[in-house]
T-cell receptor, first 108, second 115 residues
Framework: AQRVTQPEKLLSVFKGAPVELKCNYSYSGSPELFWYVQYSRQRLQLLLRHISRESIKGFTADLNKGETSFHLKKPFAQEEDSAMYYCALQTGANNLFFGTGTRLTVIP | GAVVSQHPSWVICKSGTSVKIECRSL??????MFWYRQFPKQSLMLMAT?????????EQGVEKDKFLINHASLTLSTLTVTSAHPEDSSFYICSAKKGGNYGYTFGSGTRLTVV
């Protein structure tokens, strides 16, 4: 069965500091992984997906199949990055399974 | 773009009554929509996959007779919580996938409170 684990429920960093949100997954098939973000009082929205290998708002995430990880990173955190971040795994059935989320707070 | 509208945003109902939640794709057609449920401080849990013109596919442990899903058109899926009880109180979110590079788009969610 598939599983997505985000070990940190809360993460606080100072503005300008690097940030890494951890995500590990378990899936027998070929994974397709995403990061979603939910800003305060807004809906969930796609931040990035591993297959596009893009950088959005300064965030990047590399799929490490050996470690079954898909950690989200940003070299210099900004206050506007404060939000809830969800790692998600898409299975072959096109279903999305979410981790429990990490609330990131960037301290001014 | 790819916009999904969910209605209502919040609803309070009496125990034993039924509540319908609508999910609409506003600017694209969605043959498949997804319904999620989120308990406080927990993750989004996939409840079911709604397929246009056919029966929904429910995840293990989700009562299909309690959570009725209808996907009668390419732009509308509804979730009806039948004979609601306080333990059904939760945050329900729908999503749809437009295709191409759009990925999944989410509705704004519905907060259901059963009293």
């Amino acid at each position: 069965a598939q599983r997505v684990t985000q070990p940190e429920k809360l993460l606080s960093v100072f503005k300008g500091a690097p940030v890494e949100l951890k995500c590990n997954y378990s899936y027998s098939g070929s994974p397709e992984l995403f990061w979603y973000v939910q800003y305060s009082r807004q809906r969930l929205q796609l931040l990035l997906r591993h297959i596009s290998r893009e950088s959005i708002k300064g965030f990047t995430a590399d799929l490490n199949k050996g470690e079954t990880s898909f950690h989200l990173k940003k070299p210099f955190a900004q206050e506007e990055d404060s939000a809830m971040y969800y790692c998600a795994l898409q299975t072959g059935a096109n279903n999305l399974f979410f981790g429990t989320g990490t609330r990131l707070t960037v301290i001014p | 773009g790819a916009v999904v509208s969910q209605h209502p945003s919040w609803v309070i109902c009496k125990s034993g009554t039924s509540v319908k939640i609508e999910c609409r794709s506003l600017d694209f057609q969605a043959t498949t929509m997804f319904w999620y449920r989120q308990f406080p401080k927990q993750s989004l849990m996939l409840m079911a996959t709604s397929n246009e013109g056919s029966k929904a596919t429910y995840e293990q442990g989700v009562e299909k007779d309690k959570f009725l899903i209808n996907h009668a058109s390419l732009t509308l899926s509804t979730l009806t919580v039948t004979s609601a009880h306080p333990e059904d109180s939760s945050f329900y979110i729908c999503s749809a996938k437009k295709g191409g590079n759009y990925g999944y788009t989410f509705g704004s969610g519905t907060r259901l409170t059963v009293v």
